[in-house]
């Protein structure tokens, strides 16, 4: 299982002085250095963590894999196709939220979805849709033109009784072989972190998972390699 990590709080932080540091760049290179397969910004529309020209230099200078998670606006869909980043992730956005909240409303916005994403990959730049572990969902998503889908886990994340966690799992399990019988790349993100992430190294079918609050938080005490190594070491013990 590879690991993606999301670096939008490295920039959260700098943005607290704006004073340049610390540099989300050089986070994402460091990150690729200690073992990160991909690294995840979210372009937010009222540019509150990653900026432009964060993401300008993100595509010049990462070595591994750009995920672009972006909300599905025409502005949005310009800058994808100047950037050219490997991967786009579509994703709810709302100004008010603190953070995204459940999966893509992929039923309500089906039609505007699929010709969002034709451009995209008539440019080779995968697309990933962020959505609730629903085969509802996964089936309209590759009818879309979708390559990849990303699980929301969030419900999973904030579950704490043993046997809900359990049923959650197997939900998110199935999800996953659905997904990948009909020739989907499978992703899982939000809310993971040392604490919960462990038994997901048994969902063969999830090659991936996106990571970024709680190993920036983590890096806070340990540092960041430390606490990216953490992580693959759980996901591939």
Excluded at 195 to 213: K, T
Excluded at 214 to 235: H, N, T, W, Y
Aim: hydrophobic share 45%.
């Amino acid at each position: 299982m590879r690991l993606a990590v999301n670096i939008d709080h490295i920039a959260t932080l700098r943005n607290a002085r704006n004073e340049g540091h610390p540099d989300p760049v050089e986070a994402a290179l460091l990150s690729e250095r200690s073992g990160a397969a991909g690294i995840v910004c979210h372009l937010r529309e009222d540019r509150r963590h990653i900026k432009d020209d964060d993401l300008d230099r993100l595509r010049q200078e990462i070595t591994t894999k750009l995920d672009l998670e972006m909300a599905m606006t025409d502005e949005m869909q310009c800058i994808a196709l100047a950037i050219r980043p490997d991967l786009v992730t579509l994703v709810p956005e709302k100004r008010e939220e603190l953070t995204t909240e459940g999966g893509f409303a992929i039923q309500k916005h089906f039609t505007r979805l699929a010709e969002f994403v034709k451009p995209l990959r008539d440019k080779e730049i995968g697309v990933s849709i962020f959505i609730e572990p629903e085969a509802e969902a996964i089936e309209l998503a590759a009818k879309a033109g979708a390559n990849i889908v990303e699980f929301h886990t969030g419900t999973y994340s904030l579950l704490s009784g043993d046997e809900e966690r359990a049923e959650e799992l197997e939900r998110i399990r199935n999800s996953a072989r659905v997904a990948r019988e009909m020739g989907l790349t499978v992703v899982a993100g939000h809310g993971l972190s040392v604490l919960n992430i462990a038994p997901f190294r048994e969902l063969r079918d999830i090659e991936e998972v996106s990571i970024g609050h709680a190993i920036i938080s983590r890096a806070v005490f340990i540092g960041l390699p430390a606490a990216i190594k953490e992580i693959l070491d759980l996901i591939r013990r």
